[in-house]
């Protein structure tokens, strides 16, 4: 059996973990969503779903609660300033 990917203990599923942290990155909803269309695409090859970072199952509702939180993140930063706090963030 191979090795949980997050415990490292036996597990009969292999488990792929993918992170970004998307408001560090310019464009960030469209990478969230470039992610998120990657992800569905493993996980079908894979015979996989996709999860959060608390393991629970991760539905169209999660995804699209998430995708409110980061157009709210971006959204509250002015446009002028979008570029250079994304630099900051990097830093």
Avoid: C
């Avoid at 597990?11 to 990657?38: H, W, Y």
């Avoid at 539905?59 to 699209?64: P, T």
Wanted: hydrophobic share 40%; net charge positive.
């Amino acid at each position: 059996m191979p090795p949980n990917a997050v415990s490292g203990a036996p597990s009969s599923k292999t488990v792929i973990v993918e992170k970004i942290d998307v408001p560090r990155v310019a464009n960030g909803l469209r990478v969230f969503d470039r992610m998120v269309q990657m992800s569905r695409s493993f996980a079908d090859s894979l015979g996989g779903t996709l999860a959060d970072d608390n393991r629970k199952m991760l539905n169209d509702s999660g995804l699209d609660r998430i995708r409110a939180q980061l157009r709210a993140i971006y959204d509250g930063l002015p446009s002028a300033s979008r570029a250079d706090w994304v630099a900051t963030m990097a830093r």
